[in-house]
């Protein structure tokens, strides 16, 4: 069965301590893998597809990187703006239209 | 780009009334639009898929005749809420996705609440 588990469920950083989310992935032949960042009360907010293992993509301190098992989302030298959940999606190659969303991480940055 | 609308943003109804939810991408057309159902601290949970000009696709335990979708153009889908009861208060999520592109691009929600 397809599915998708992120860790931690929480993390509070220090502004500027920099770590990692995590996205742990089970799926019948990967399509693409997606990180998403979504504020209370808002739909989320698209990040990044990754497509194949090995690959790795940025945006401003954030950096995506995918295994063939697992995606992780390395956040450097965060800000307390930065702070907001963020969800992982996969997408298999049996269907087309469904993603996999993780329960995401509720990532929360002190000034 | 990838902008994608819903309105209303919050609406309050009594029970036993019809609620719609518009989805709108306002710079693409969306071939395949998607509305997704989000409890408290959860994640979101597909209800249904719908591509332009055909009927939605439900997911497993999604009532069809309570959760009507419709996808009239490629840059419109409308979610309506038959007959509300209190369970049904919730916040709805669509999203859009064109042709080629893997990723969905999600509107900003619509949060329900049914009295």
């Known amino acids: 069965e397809d599915q998708v588990t992120q860790s931690p469920e929480a993390l509070r950083l220090q502004e500027g301590e920099s770590s990692s989310l995590n996205c742990s992935y089970t799926?019948?032949?990967?399509?693409?893998l997606f990180w998403y960042r979504q504020d209370p009360g808002k739909g989320p907010e698209f990040l990044f597809t990754l497509y194949s293992a090995g690959e790795e993509k940025e945006k401003e301190r954030l950096k995506a990187t995918l295994t063939k098992k697992e995606s992780f989302l390395h956040i450097t030298a965060p800000k307390p703006e930065d702070s907001a959940t963020y969800l992982c999606?996969?997408?298999?190659?049996?269907?087309?239209?469904?993603?996999?969303f993780g329960s995401g991480t509720k990532l929360n940055v002190k000034p | 780009g990838a902008v994608v609308s819903q309105h209303p943003s919050r609406v309050i109804c009594k029970s036993g009334t019809s609620v719609k939810i518009e989805c709108r991408s306002l710079?693409?057309?969306?071939?395949?639009m998607f509305w997704y159902r989000q409890f408290p601290k959860q994640s979101l949970m597909l209800m249904a898929t719908s591509n332009e000009g055909s009927k939605a696709t439900y997911e497993q335990g999604v009532e069809k005749d309570k959760f009507l979708i419709n996808h009239a153009s490629l840059t419109l889908s409308t979610l309506t809420v038959t007959s509300a009861h209190p369970e049904d208060s919730s916040f709805y999520i669509c999203?859009?996705?064109?042709?080629?592109?893997?990723?969905?691009?999600f509107g900003p929600g619509t949060r329900l609440t049914v009295t």
């Open positions: 799926v019948s032949g990967l399509r693409g």
């Open positions: 999203s859009a996705r064109s042709r080629g592109p893997l990723e969905q691009y």
């Open positions: 999606a996969v997408q298999a190659r049996g269907n087309f239209n469904k993603f996999y």
């Open positions: 710079d693409f057309q969306a071939t395949t």
